[in-house]
């Protein structure tokens, strides 16, 4: 399978700062990158939708202003958490995905963001 | 949009018994169906998946089969062993890369030694 890898794994911040998470697809071109939200023992709630070089579309109730995202090239993808919350701690996942015809979709490891 | 149900949401089984887990889908254009595998603290791993044009898929001790016309999916995982105790997620996609994937809602599955 395809290799996504993600940093950090895992990061605790201060609530009103902000952090970023990159994602790096290392073996394919990601055209497509999808990040989700993942609370515990819950399933995988899709936030956004990014294409490379444009404006990312965010779901319903997911704040584009607070969760920044940036697709610039075809291998990374940063997903900024402005002014953190302690509701904002979850576990985040990437998912670079191919316009190259592949049904796949992989995702990166996750990171864990706690808000305190 | 596409509705993807799971069930059950938690599954125990003895060393060696099967398990299964069933989805349904709502969208009839849906045509890929993955199952993925998170063990903690980790992301979704894909461990199987099926196109729309096959009935039935198989890798070892895992199987997937759909039926579309009940738009319905499954997993199966054969004499089943303690490192198999994880989440489990079934998704459904339309064909197309960039489409969205709808996933269920997980099933722990514990596997009793």
């Known amino acids: 399978g395809a290799v996504v890898s993600q940093h950090p794994s895992w990061v605790i911040c201060k609530s009103g700062t902000s952090v970023k998470i990159e994602c790096r697809s290392l073996?394919?071109?990601?055209?497509?990158m999808f990040w989700y939200r993942q609370f515990p023992k819950q399933s995988l709630m899709l936030m956004a939708t990014?294409?490379?070089?444009?404006?990312?579309?965010?779901e319903q109730g997911v704040e584009k202003d607070k969760f920044l995202i940036n697709h610039a090239s075809l291998t990374l993808s940063t997903l900024t958490v402005t002014s953190a919350h302690p509701e904002d701690s979850s576990f985040y996942i990437c998912?670079?995905?191919?316009?190259?015809?592949?049904?796949?979709?992989?995702f990166g490891p996750g990171t864990r963001l706690t808000v305190t | 949009g596409e509705n993807v149900e799971q069930h059950p949401s938690t599954l125990s089984v003895q060393e060696g018994d099967s398990a299964v887990i069933k989805c349904t889908y709502s969208?009839?254009?849906?045509?890929?169906f993955p199952w993925y595998k998170q063990e903690l603290g980790k992301g979704p791993q894909l461990i199987i998946d099926?196109?729309?044009?096959?009935g039935e898929k198989k890798d070892q001790r895992i199987a997937v089969t759909l039926n579309k016309t009940a738009k319905h999916f499954s997993l199966h995982i054969t004499e089943t062993q303690p490192e198999d105790s994880a989440v489990y997620f079934c998704?459904?996609?339309?064909?197309?890369?960039?489409?969205?994937?709808?996933f269920g809602t997980g099933t722990s599955l514990t596997v009793i030694p």
């Open positions: 099926i196109r729309s044009n096959v």
């Open positions: 998704a459904a996609s339309i064909r197309g890369t960039g489409n969205q994937f709808y």
């Open positions: 073996d394919f071109q990601a055209t497509t």
């Open positions: 998912s670079p995905t191919s316009r190259s015809g592949l049904y796949e979709q992989y």
């Open positions: 990014s294409n490379e070089g444009s404006k990312a579309t965010y």
């Open positions: 969208d009839s254009a849906s045509n890929y």
